[in-house]
């Protein structure tokens, strides 16, 4: 789509983790700049939002689901996927369900706001900051290949960013994570 945003680094980054036609989970997905590039690159996308009106417009690049995963249960209850990807959002009592939403040999790659960025603008509210090292502790059970947590100059702004993997048991070789 012209002038739809970049995807995320930090997403762009850890993407390489993914096999061909993996399965990846957008959620809060609003305008879908990462559910677009994963379908570009050719990888089952599913996106969950409430926005009904953006998701409509996102269709058919593959399943949509509208949801308010804030006050609704989990629309995809038993479902996992190769990819997990959650950015600039923050719900807490989510966070065990994103998780476990990670496929054996899964990535979660998260990027959300920190403590520090009501500081530097919004969202300044502590319900929508992470708390240090929150989002490791979240991760519990994933081995974590990627933590940061601090300040982004441009745009400037305080976050956690996490690429964490749930291993296979019959992984015969260790996997290598780009650096």
Known sequence: MHGAPEP???VRRWAALLPAGARVLDVACGAGRHLRWFAQ??????????DADALEALRALGEVVVADIENGPWPLAGRRFDAVVVTNYLWRPLLPTLVASVADGGVLVYETFAAGNETVGKPARPDFLLHPGELLRAAAGL?????????VA???????RLCAVREAASRGVAPRYPL
């Open 41 to 50: 690159r050719g990888c089952r996308v599913t996106g969950v939002d409430r």
């Open 154 to 160: 441009e745009p400037p702004r305080y976050v956690q």
């Open 8 to 10: 995320s680094p930090w």
């Open 143 to 151: 081995r974590v290949v990627a933590y940061e947590d601090g300040f």
